[in-house]
Nanobody, 117 residues
């Protein structure tokens, strides 16, 4: 059974930093391109950061230079380091695993990040 468990969300002041973690179960980690998405209230889910199938990283302009995705293969864990946070970064952040061969997506349950003073 595939499980993606996010952690590290919380309340942070504007300009602050936060690091999210996503622990993956089973063999999903090695078979997938891992990434992070977010969904703010009333908005569609959007890409935040991801590893491409080839292993390079992709970021939208809205977070480029502020967010960094990384992974620890030994721990089957992917991270999202967020800095210079803004109120508009407030959202539920979801871990995603996209299986390379099938294209199937797996999602975690999400972790809430609130940026507010």
């Amino acid at each position: 059974q595939v499980q993606l468990v996010e952690s590290g969300g919380g309340l942070v002041q504007p300009g602050g930093s936060l690091k999210l973690s996503c622990a993956a179960s089973g063999s999903i980690f090695s078979r997938s391109a891992m990434g992070w998405y977010r969904q703010a209230p009333g908005k569609q889910r959007e890409l935040v950061a991801r590893f491409s199938i080839r292993g390079s990283t992709d970021y939208p302009d809205s977070v480029k230079g502020r967010f960094t995705i990384s992974r620890d293969n030994a721990k089957n864990t992917v991270y999202l380091q967020m800095s210079s946070l803004k109120p508009e970064d407030t959202a539920v952040y979801y871990c995603n695993a996209r299986v390379r061969i099938s294209g199937m997506d797996y999602w975690g349950k999400g972790t809430l990040v609130t940026v507010s003073s």
